[in-house]
């Protein structure tokens, strides 16, 4: 019995130790007598691990007034020393990588563009090139290393940190923690790249503090991350959040996934592109023309985006018409699971300003549902790094909140 008590006090003090954590990543600064107030715990508990987490290098205290009691007093902070974490994007056609400090100060990052159609090896051996080149760079400024976090663009088992598949990379079954872990001693994460994104956002971005919320990911394809309760919602088997792949049109177009009319090829960027070009073929002038060098086939979704900006009628109505698609999908989302924000990101995020103002009003029409009423809208707060933002937030997610993952630091 004696060493089931023993087990027990030490997991309660890893719990105690990632609630104190979780407070001062989202509070800070604080003081002592704040935290175990917040944290319904009494003051001698709160002071044995605090001395603890700052003898540790996690936890830092400052010398700034207590100006919520008037009085000079220590507060405490995380401590942005307390090490370096690795995000990692696998992208369909870059590579990005970033390096941060323990309160996700950017101390370093760089993106490469990849070729899908290259050697999968190849591409692997660039990432795992550049997260060397941020290892090396955290431990030069005397950093301990917390981890590394991938996003991918694709179905993950988390269990098997596994890409199942990705089919705008077309590859399956890539066991990625493996690969990584027998190059870097570190914990090891991988994400689907929607699901760190909304991570990211949650922790460092436009949805700090809001404990329901969904981030949409516009890229090449169309993914949602869904945080529920300040977790993110995997499902059953990590695959939550496909919602690209909800069937909106069933005689519509074929998506990548081998079924017709899904959502994500009535929203994304080429949906975009599709409209401008089939109105452009029938000599419509438009700025798109200049910007494409007269192109059709080489217009890109930023060409669209930037005539939008200079007032062309093409470019806005082409977006203004996704948007209406984006509507139809945002509203069916809002009513399953009634988030407080929606986040448009990705490229998507780029043509925010038409796309937002149509689907605000398209769920006002719908504010006779109790779900749409007093929901707010915002673009990504990291735009192209949110997925890589996302991933750090993955390495930092399970040390904050997991009471068992600082053993492997302290
Ligand atoms: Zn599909």
Redesign the pocket.
């Known amino acids: 019995m004696a060493i089931q008590t023993t087990a027990d006090q030490g997991f309660i003090r890893k719990l105690n130790t990632a609630v104190i954590l979780d407070y001062l990543r989202r509070f800070a600064p604080l003081s002592r007598a704040e935290l175990a107030a917040r944290a319904g715990l009494n003051r001698s508990t709160v002071s044995i691990i605090i001395n603890s987490l700052i003898e540790e290098g996690f936890i830092q205290e400052t010398d700034l007034q207590n100006a919520k009691v008037g009085r000079p007093g220590m507060l405490l902070t995380l401590n942005p020393k307390g090490g370096f974490a690795v995000g990692v994007e696998i992208g369909v056609d870059f590579i990005s990588v970033i390096l941060t400090d323990f309160v996700a100060n950017v101390l370093w990052q760089e993106r490469v563009v990849s070729d899908p159609a290259e050697d999968q090896i190849h591409i692997l051996d660039g990432a795992s090139e550049l997260t060397q080149k941020a290892i090396d760079m955290g431990t030069e400024q005397g950093l301990r290393p917390l981890g590394i976090g991938i996003g991918v663009p694709g179905l993950v088992d988390l269990r098997q940190g596994k890409l199942v598949f990705a089919p705008n990379l077309k590859w399956s079954n890539v066991p990625l923690r493996l690969m990584w872990s027998q190059r870097f001693e570190l914990p090891i994460f991988i994400e689907n790249e929607a699901n760190a994104a909304a991570l990211g956002e949650y922790y460092f971005g436009v949805a700090r503090g809001k404990d329901s919320f969904i981030y949409l990911s516009a890229g090449i394809g169309l993914g949602g991350g869904v945080i529920i309760d300040g977790k993110l919602f995997r499902g059953s088997s990590g695959y939550a959040g496909e919602i690209?792949?909800m069937t909106i049109d069933p005689d519509g177009e074929l998506?990548?996934?081998g079924?017709r009319g899904?959502w994500?090829?009535k929203v994304g960027p080429r949906a975009v592109l599709r409209r401008v070009r089939k109105i452009l073929t029938d000599g419509t002038p438009s700025l798109i023309n200049e910007l494409s060098g007269g192109n059709l086939d080489g217009i890109s979704f930023n060409n669209v985006v930037d005539a939008a900006n200079m007032g062309d009628t093409v470019a806005v109505e082409a977006l203004k018409d996704v948007g209406k698609y984006l509507g139809i999908g945002v509203i069916n989302l809002i009513n399953i699971f009634n988030p407080e924000l929606i986040v448009l990101g990705g490229a998507l995020s780029l043509a925010h300003e038409y796309l937002l103002p149509v689907i605000k009003e398209m769920v006002r029409e719908s504010s006779l549902t109790p779900p749409c009423e007093h929901i707010e809208f915002a673009a990504s707060g990291h735009g192209s790094d949110a997925c890589v933002m996302g991933a750090v937030a993955l390495v930092l997610d399970d040390i904050l909140r997991e009471p068992t993952s600082l053993q492997h630091i302290t």
């Open positions: 690209g792949h998506c990548g996934c079924k899904c994500e090829t």
